[in-house]
């Protein structure tokens, strides 16, 4: 597939694809990348459309960078990329996976694009945040004095963005969206994204016994499927 790696205004990106009118911006998860095989396999079935794909704060060429993957970071970035994509497409769509979902979910509120796919997407980080706390024995005081506190899973908890996902619930998306879902996905609990899913008109589609993380061949021949057989019905 034909890329071409850049930047856009210090956030390292990737665009593939031959020219087009046409570009699906790229979201990618906690611990992935902008040139993640996911995004390779959107790629690929994005024709005849381009993706625009970037490496979020302490993913990919920015993982020993001082800028940290925050709510608000993520966020800013994610503008700045869409601001790039504006000027130089008539048409933008949206990716997102896992984390990139709530991202955009943060970025994007009002937006006018003209589809987004969602795949594992997290779409409560209030109850994400305080399932791990659970987990893993973290008070709500702790975080808040402490700040930010590391879990042997893997993500930061940051208070800040714990308060905005407490007092800030999804209110809006208005972009016709799919969604994709693992029925084993133990991250993102299965009522949030059917609850979402109803709210917000997205069609809903479980991969029953998958997981959250997409990456076997029996998972990625699923997650291929879903793309081919969504993105031919109708234009981007």
């Known amino acids: 597939m034909e890329r071409t790696v850049f930047s856009i205004e210090e956030i390292p990106a990737a665009l593939w694809g031959p020219p087009s009118d046409q570009v699906i911006l790229a979201v990618h998860g906690h611990q992935s990348h902008k040139l993640d095989e996911p995004i390779g396999v959107l790629a690929e079935c994005a024709a005849p459309r381009q993706v625009l794909s970037f490496d979020l704060p302490e993913h990919g060429e920015r993982r020993n960078g001082s800028r940290l993957c925050m709510t608000r970071t ?6 700045t990329v869409l601001a790039f994509a504006r000027t130089r497409w008539e048409r933008v769509s949206l990716f997102a996976n896992s984390l990139g979902a709530w991202l955009s979910l943060r970025a994007l509120e009002g937006e006018r694009l003209e589809r987004a796919w969602f795949l594992s997407p997290l779409v409560d980080m209030e109850r994400m945040a305080g399932n791990l706390m659970k987990w893993f024995g973290i008070s709500e005081d702790r975080l808040r004095r402490e700040g930010a506190v590391d879990t042997p899973a893997g993500p930061t908890l940051y208070w800040e963005d714990f ?7 999804v209110a809006r998306w208005d972009i016709p969206t799919e969604i994709l879902y693992g029925g084993a996905d133990a991250v993102c609990e299965q009522d949030t994204v059917q609850s979402f899913a109803g709210r917000f008109a997205c069609r809903l589609e479980i991969a029953e016994g998958m997981e959250h993380y997409f990456h076997t061949p029996e998972q990625m021949a699923v997650y291929r499927a879903w793309l081919l057989r969504t993105m031919g019905e109708g234009t981007v």
């Open 163 to 169: 308060q905005d996902a407490r007092t800030r619930p």
């Open 74 to 79: 993520g966020v800013e970035d994610l503008r």
